[in-house]
Antibody
Framework: QLQLQESGPGLVKPSETLSLTCTVS??????????WGWIRQPPGKGLEWIGS???????YYNPSLKSRVTISVDTSKNQFSLKLSSVTAADTAVYYC??????????????????WGQGTLVTVSS | QSVLTQPPSASGTPGQRVTISCSGS????????VYWYQQLPGTAPKLLIY???QRPSGVPDRFSGSKSGTSASLAISGLRSEDEADYYC???????????FGGGTKLTVL
């Protein structure tokens, strides 16, 4: 059974870089069928997709965050990571990692996340 | 302001049927598949409906999804207390080149 687990500092200072790692177990991150994604949820608010990565290193990011986001993968450790630079209080959120599955059927695209990690709260504060 | 629009709240009594709407545009719901997630209090979201109306294994058939034009709906029949959760719709947006979510609907079972 595939499981994902986020890890990293729970407190980051404003203007610094947030760094999180997602460890995948029960399956290989090098599967050719999937991307691996990050999603965040500010306290009491909705979900926001941050970006996703393929095991080869190919990435795509939410344009609203693209200038500050870097996602990388380490296939030897079955992990992928998120870096978000120049953080502010608005980046305070629960950060989730998830397997990102996408398909295209007759020009109709589908993207979904399953399963998800349990999430980790990152607070931006001095 | 979310790209996909959901009502912030919905409610029903046990046994009732409740529907949650999700409104988008031609660049997202109108041209791509819609997905629904259930987030129980204090937990991570869980996939509930994929490709507009398909249920993953283990999801009760009380949950159903539909799509028409640029809108989608999630229906829950035979409402149970354990269905009390936040529900989110999602789709790929061709114009934004991003996965977009609705703002979420908090379902209360009275």
């Amino acid at each position: 059974q595939l499981q994902l687990q986020e890890s990293g500092p729970g407190l980051v200072k404003p203007s610094e870089t947030l760094s999180l790692t997602c460890t995948v177990s029960g399956g290989s991150i090098s599967s050719s069928s999937y991307y691996w994604g990050w999603i965040r949820q500010p306290p009491g608010k909705g979900l926001e997709w941050i970006g996703s990565i393929y095991y080869s290193g190919s990435t795509y990011y939410n344009p609203s965050l693209k200038s500050r986001v870097t996602i990388s993968v380490d296939t030897s450790k079955n992990q992928f990571s998120l870096k978000l630079s120049s953080v502010t209080a608005a980046d305070t959120a629960v950060y989730y990692c998830a397997r990102h599955i996408w398909v295209v059927v007759a020009a109709t695209r589908g993207d979904w996340f399953d399963p998800w990690g349990q999430g980790t709260l990152v607070t931006v504060s001095s | 302001q979310s790209v996909l629009t959901q009502p912030p709240s919905a409610s029903g009594t046990p046994g009732q049927r409740v529907t949650i709407s999700c409104s988008g545009s031609s660049s997202n719901i109108g041209s791509n598949y819609v997905y629904w997630y259930q987030q129980l209090p204090g937990t991570a979201p869980k996939l509930l409906i994929y490709r507009n109306n398909q249920r993953p294994s283990g999801v009760p058939d009380r949950f159903s999804g539909s799509k028409s034009g640029t809108s989608a709906s999630l229906a829950i029949s035979g409402l149970r207390s354990e269905d009390e959760a936040d529900y989110y719709c999602a789709a790929w947006d061709d114009s934004l080149s991003a996965v977009v979510f609705g703002g979420g609907t908090k379902l209360t079972v009275l």
